[in-house]
Nanobody, 121 residues
Framework: VQLQASGGGLVQAGGSLRLSCLAS????????AAWFRQAPGKEREFVAA????????YYSDSLKGRFTISRDNAKNALYLQMNNLKREDTAIYYCAAQTSKYDDPNHYGYWGQGTQVTVSS
């Protein structure tokens, strides 16, 4: 499975962005998929995950309410809608798939290349 993230960019605080992650291979549809982010000098941080067989996604407690994860298995795609962005959301955002522990980056088998999100004040 190969993952390709896109949709990042420069946005003002309070604005919105929608990230996309396109996957190759039908196996993606049976994997838990997630978004992580990594700011300069910080560890990779869990953002949200959506298991293949679960209707309710998981979210980081600190981001719940502003970010929404979704997937379209027909398109082999994963999305992250980010609203009311803050400067502290500035980071490289990565999509990932295949895991036994949804919030642990060390347990994911596949990663996208990352897309930069920069929020200005």
């Amino acid at each position: 499975v190969q993952l390709q993230a896109s949709g990042g960019g420069l946005v003002q605080a309070g604005g919105s962005l929608r990230l996309s992650c396109l996957a190759s291979g039908r196996a993606f549809r049976s994997y838990t998929a997630a978004w992580f982010r990594q700011a300069p000098g910080k560890e990779r941080e869990f953002v949200a995950a959506v298991p293949w067989g679960r209707s309710t996604p998981y979210y980081s407690d600190s981001l719940k309410g502003r970010f929404t994860i979704s997937r379209d298995n027909a398109k082999n795609a994963l999305y992250l809608q980010m609203n009311n962005l803050k400067r502290e959301d500035t980071a490289i955002y990565y999509c990932a798939a295949q895991t036994s522990k949804y919030d642990d980056p060390n347990h994911y088998g596949y990663w996208g290349q990352g897309t930069q999100v920069t929020v200005s004040s």
